[in-house]
């Protein structure tokens, strides 16, 4: 891709405003104090909600978020598209139900043994994928998440993999003082994918205003000129891909110790489109974008689906959302209000609406 | 040996359908740099319509205005969805026509529900004859004999033709054959149109030989973007290599190692992908 | 510091670069390289830069033969060069794209770089909203980080006027000798490289005509003839 198409990307959409505002320090302060104050009243949501149907569907929609901020910060910071993600999300689960059905290990252990493979997988894959060109990367990661999906389906490897049906995983002992019956609790599990979450969200906060973040997009603006600078360009982007990996991961993960379930719906590259879709409704260059796009999908989905009409809506959303709106939402509503309240800086790139989630 | 020629023939039967199937993909690749991830659901839209257009007329007739209809449809992609677009990032384009993929795919289910359907392949091919003594579907010879005339005459056109010079030229290098004048928006739309058109007529191919279920785009999708992928950007001449690769990988591995047989393609897309990422024919038609 | 030995460059059958000889043993002069189009003065960038391997022939820097050496080490062990097509960072500011070249180079002195190509009052600004002069001279300042010993300069008066060009000049000339660099500069501007450079190469054809002080140069009958006419 020329740099001209890049810019017009609607996944590429750089991060535009991440940049120290001089002077920040007090500005910054009181954003802070205020989402703190929102994962705190984030926490009680279950007292809220009292319906068990619609308390599941949030947490849905914050693992689904998950996956959005995962492919999303890739695709901002390093201009490719993990078309693939989903491997990154059925694979822990299955490697979680493989090591829970085979192994008398604690879940703790099951959980490591689920990461560490992971990411081992990712480093691998990334090692091999992260030079590619977008496209090819893109179908490269496709590729392997779809041999995956027919991999665990193969009658041969149904033993390991339960085939067609699937695993159903029993936890034996409870983990992070959860039981299992705790873990499906919707109420009780909101509070561990909210703390996740918002975990995820610090990570990927910090990752994108570090220098490592700034490397990246530099790479992602002009490679060549950072290889004239004496920078590597192989092995940030590696980087990235494992810990969009890792992020997807923990998704799974907390995906399946809820569910109790390892299937391979898991792996269906429609899970990928959701995921996509849910990048693009939200935006991908802010953070809140990919959460909010996840949890907006999930609510709209079901509304959907209740109809039949699961697919309409999301092909919808992507045609949608592609064509008119390039920001996603998140950018629509942002250049919609810094039109209603005029440039408040006279140099126009100190936008601080943008340091901040 | 018989067996042999069995598979061989099967290879070659499915090489037909993905070959004429392919190319389409191929050439909107090639000339507008965009992974059409809905041309397996104008495939899909292809068999529905030929299977309506043979349910009122015949096999026959369904094979021939079945692909005019897709090529409404392709003039319709070109003007509301290719041109004003024209200028995004193939990634944007690609998702965009997954979206669209989608969309059929519903409007499909609406249509015509969600059971399999087949259509009835027409009188004359629907016996078997003797193949070096064992019954073969004489169908499936058709398809056959159909892929590699298609393949000639699209590799005629391409050569001997105007048209298909210009295509060949702006598959190449674009910016180059625009400003030697060549007019490349109408380029576009014939491609396009060609593009749903071959896509509409295999639908309707595939109709006697495999089923046609709402499930079908998306199952040959990931087929037709490995074989496009392997076979080069824009080289037709390599979407039809690799499509006989592909037809063969897939009958002989389901004999030879039937458990993995199923991610032979994708080990195959891989390998290409990282050793040779300009594809078989790479840049050539 | 920097001797070319023999070195040759073939795109195909054509030969960009033919036998060419050239030394760079003095710190914080300035030597031009000017020629007529397709002379190979930016094959020659490309080449002493890393970003073409040579055909034939010898790079020595500082001692060290380094036409294996990729072009991240080059400009870690003190080569930087900038560029004819600006190539710059869009999406950071300029500060930001400053700093973290020169911070990756373990130079954390750049105050007197953005004083000295007066970036000043951009430095906060996204690199790809200002001016294509600022830009040049981010071009320049991304070469210049890092304590360089040696600096390619591509162009780096490209698409300026005559007094954005002169003032640049004035800039790079007195930031290189003060802190001891020495510069290749390729540049069209006939006038500009004889002012500032204290030995002007002229290439023709992917060969040397001549290296020699400007005023040799000049004068030279097969260099009038080639490339200035009555110009100079």
């Known amino acids: 891709m020329t740099s001209g198409e890049l810019q017009s990307s609607a996944l590429m959409r750089p991060a535009s405003g991440i940049t120290k505002a001089p002077g920040g320090r007090i500005r910054r302060g009181w954003p802070f104090a205020a989402l703190l104050l929102i994962f705190v009243a984030g926490l009680f949501v279950p007292a809220v909600v009292h319906s068990p149907f619609y308390q599941g569907l949030a947490n849905d929609g914050l693992i689904l978020g998950m996956l959005a901020l995962a492919t999303g910060f890739l695709m901002s910071q390093c201009n490719l598209v993990m078309f693939g993600v989903v491997m990154f999300y059925g694979g822990p689960a299955y490697l979680f139900a493989i090591a829970n059905t085979n192994f008398d290990w604690s879940t703790g252990a099951d959980v490591f043994a689920a990461c560490f493979g992971t990411l081992v997988g990712a480093a691998a894959i990334g090692a091999a994928f992260v030079r590619a060109k977008p496209l090819p990367f893109a179908m490269l990661t496709l590729a392997v998440s779809q041999m995956l999906r027919q991999a665990v389906v193969i009658t041969d490897f149904r033993p390991v993999t339960g085939g067609e049906d699937g695993l159903v995983i029993d936890l034996r002992d409870s983990f992070l003082g959860l039981t299992q019956a705790d873990l499906s609790t919707p109420s009780k599990f909101w509070v561990v994918v909210w703390i996740a979450t918002a975990l995820v969200l610090v990570v990927v906060w910090a990752v994108v205003h570090s220098r490592f973040g700034r490397i990246l997009r530099g790479i992602r603006d002009n490679e060549e000129r950072m290889r004239f600078s004496g920078i590597g360009t192989y092995w940030p982007r590696l980087a990235a891909f494992v810990l969009a990996a890792g992020i997807a991961s923990l998704a799974g993960i907390l995906h399946v110790l809820n569910s109790a379930f390892a299937s391979p719906e898991l792996l269906d590259f429609s899970l990928a489109g959701n995921v996509i879709a849910s990048v693009l409704i939200g935006g991908s260059a802010g953070l809140l974008g990919p959460v909010a796009g996840g949890v907006a999908f999930t609510l709209g989905l079901d509304q959907f689906a209740a109809s039949g009409h699961l697919q309409l809506f999301t092909g919808v959303a992507l045609v949608g959302i592609i064509a008119a709106l390039p920001n996603g939402v998140e950018g629509f509503v942002r250049a919609a209000l810094k039109r209603m309240t005029g440039n408040r800086t006279t140099r126009p790139n100190t936008d601080d609406a943008h340091a901040d989630p | 040996m018989q067996l042999a020629f069995v598979q061989i023939a099967n290879a070659l039967a499915l090489a037909s359908l993905l070959t004429i199937l392919a190319s389409g993909l191929a050439l909107i690749y090639g000339l507008r740099d965009v992974m059409n991830f809905g041309h397996g659901a104008l495939y899909m839209l292809g068999a529905y319509i030929g299977y309506s257009a043979a349910a009122i007329t015949n096999f026959w007739v369904a094979l ?222 | 510091m920097l001797i070319l030995e023999d070195l040759g460059v073939s795109y195909g059958n054509l030969r960009a670069l033919d036998s060419v000889n050239l030394r760079l043993s003095e710190e914080g002069r300035i030597h031009g390289v000017i020629g007529p189009n397709g002379a190979g003065k930016s094959t020659l960038m490309d080449v002493v830069s890393g970003r073409h391997r040579p055909g034939s022939g010898r790079i020595v820097w500082r001692g060290q033969d380094i036409g294996a050496k990729s072009v991240e080490w080059r400009r870690r062990h003190g080569m930087s060069r900038s560029f004819q097509r600006t190539s710059i960072f869009s999406t950071l500011t300029v500060l930001e794209q400053i700093e973290m070249v020169s911070s990756s180079l373990g130079d954390n002195d750049i105050a007197e770089i953005l004083d000295a190509l007066e970036l000043n009052h951009v430095c906060n600004r996204r690199a790809d909203t200002i001016a294509y002069g600022d830009q040049r001279r981010v071009d320049v300042a991304l070469a210049l980080v890092g304590k360089p010993k040696l600096i390619l300069l591509d162009e780096p008066a490209a698409g300026l006027s005559t007094g954005e060009t002169t003032a640049l000049f004035e800039h790079i000339a007195a930031l290189v000798r003060r802190r001891g660099i020495t510069a290749m500069i390729v540049e069209h501007d006939v006038a500009a490289v004889f002012r500032f450079c204290d030995v002007i190469t002229v290439l023709d054809l992917g060969r040397v005509i001549v290296t020699d002080a400007p005023s040799v140069v000049r004068a030279d009958p097969r260099v009038i003839s080639a490339y200035l006419g009555s110009a100079a």
């Open chain 2, 64 to 285: 021939l205005v079945t692909p005019v209809a897709m090529a409404a449809i392709g003039f319709a992609l070109e003007y509301l969805v290719f041109r004003p677009l024209h200028r995004r990032s193939p990634i944007d384009l690609a998702l965009l026509t997954f979206g669209l993929s989608l969309i059929i795919g519903q409007a499909i289910v609406y249509i015509y529900g969600g059971t399999a359907r087949t259509i009835d392949a027409p009188a004359a091919l629907s016996g078997s004859i003797r193949l070096l003594g064992a019954p073969y579907p004489l169908y499936r010879l058709f398809l056959i004999v159909f892929g590699i005339g298609a393949c000639l005459l699209l590799a005629a056109c391409l050569r001997w033709t105007r048209s298909g010079m210009y295509i060949r030229a702006v598959s190449l290098h674009p910016d180059v054959a625009r400003m030697m004048g060549v007019n490349t928006d109408r380029l576009s739309l014939l491609v396009v149109c060609l593009s749903t058109a071959t896509a509409g007529a295999a639908g309707v191919l595939a109709g006697p030989y495999l089923s046609i279920d709402p499930g079908m785009g998306q199952a040959i999708l990931i087929s037709c973007l490995i074989i496009v992928v392997v076979g080069g950007v824009g080289s037709i001449g390599g979407a039809v290599a690799a499509s006989v690769l592909y037809g063969f990988i897939q009958v002989v591995g389901s004999v030879v190692f039937p458990a993995a047989a199923v991610l032979a393609p994708y080990v195959l897309l891989i390998v290409v992908l990282m050793w040779r990422p300009q594809g078989l024919g790479g840049g050539r038609i």
